[in-house]
């Protein structure tokens, strides 16, 4: 079974695999994202350089003292804040749709939470935490996107809440925002991802069902603004374990009928199995998917929960911190 996925458009910081700007001259290779470079339209920037600091180059960093938020670089004791800012302005007007976006964990400049931010340009050891120049304004402007440091996506949980946001986005762009989509188009794209959206958000999911219903009778195009505010929503947080399980029983309602007691037993035994972290969520939906190939049940293998993202992207380790974020 191969399902066809659109290719999102994701930023992704330039040190990232792309080029040896880092302030040290090095790039950093991230596996996450040299997966991705087959499975999606990448666009790139280093705000640092698009400033004009060089590379190698003296290191920057956040203060904020009396008041004032600064770029400032120690060595020389410049203050960078006003060229950033510009120029993330005016990069960011220009940039277009965007279905996600992954930063440099901790820069200055990209990082969109976690970078120190000093409190004194000449007590560097006095600090507290927030965001970076550009990547706070990513993470002000790009309200319900998928956007993550490459840090914290070597966590299994957090690699597949994110790939699952960024690719339904994508196909959302390329089945309901195209030119020409109506309220039919509307309605599959829910439909089909009717069983993921319950795993995510119950409440949410009906929320957005309800405007599916007044598709063709209200203004497409408000619908579909609402729509995909509640897609941020829905997907602000990842799949609790026992909501994926609600899920998947949904998904074996429509098979468990033609099976037999021991087969329907089984399948009870394995949600029971993943609950207490004993196998991957990829033992259920093989055999989901093996019964629906088996009965023919099309709307089954047609859900998104079966797959939501290219099975190239899927890999099954991770950092060590488990389910948790």
Not at 291 to 315: C, H, K, M, T
Request: glycine share 8%.
């Amino acid at each position: 079974m191969k399902k066809t996925f659109p290719r999102p458009k994701l930023f992704v910081s330039r040190c990232l695999g792309f080029d040896a700007c880092r302030y040290n001259g090095l790039k950093i290779i991230d596996r996450s994202v040299e997966l991705l470079k087959s499975h999606a339209d990448i666009v790139t920037a280093c705000p640092e350089l698009a400033i004009g600091l060089g590379v190698p180059r003296k290191p920057i960093r956040v203060v904020e003292e009396e008041g004032r938020r600064m770029l400032y670089q120690p060595a020389t004791e410049n203050d960078y804040a006003a060229a950033m800012e510009a120029w993330l302005g005016d990069y960011l007007d220009a940039l277009g749709p965007v279905d996600g976006f992954i930063l440099k964990a901790k820069s200055p400049s990209c990082g969109p939470w976690g970078v120190k931010r000093f409190t004194s340009r000449y007590q560097p050891g006095t600090s507290k935490i927030g965001a970076g120049f550009f990547g706070g304004e990513v993470v002000h402007r790009f309200l319900g996107c998928p956007i993550e440091e490459e840090g914290r996506l070597r966590n299994f949980t957090i690699r597949e809440h994110f790939l699952t946001f960024l690719f339904t986005l994508a196909s959302f762009r390329d089945s309901v925002l195209r030119p020409g989509a109506g309220a039919k188009d509307l309605v599959r794209f829910h439909t089909t991802n009717k069983l993921l959206f319950l795993a995510y958000n119950q409440r949410i999911m009906r929320e957005m069902g309800k405007l599916v219903a007044r598709a063709g009778s209200e203004s497409f195009e408000y619908l579909t603004e609402e729509y995909r505010v509640s897609l941020g929503r829905l997907f602000s947080k990842p799949p609790k374990p026992n909501a994926m399980i609600n899920a998947f029983e949904h998904a074996f309602g429509g098979l468990s009928d033609k099976l037999s007691p021991a087969e329907r037993s089984f399948f009870i035994d394995t949600l029971e199995e993943y609950r207490d972290e004993r196998i991957p969520v990829s033992t259920i939906v093989h055999l989901l998917v093996g019964w629906a190939l088996r009965f023919g049940n099309d709307y089954l293998l047609e859900q998104s929960l079966i797959a939501p993202f290219p099975s190239d992207l899927v890999e099954i380790t991770d950092s060590g911190k488990g389910r948790n974020r």
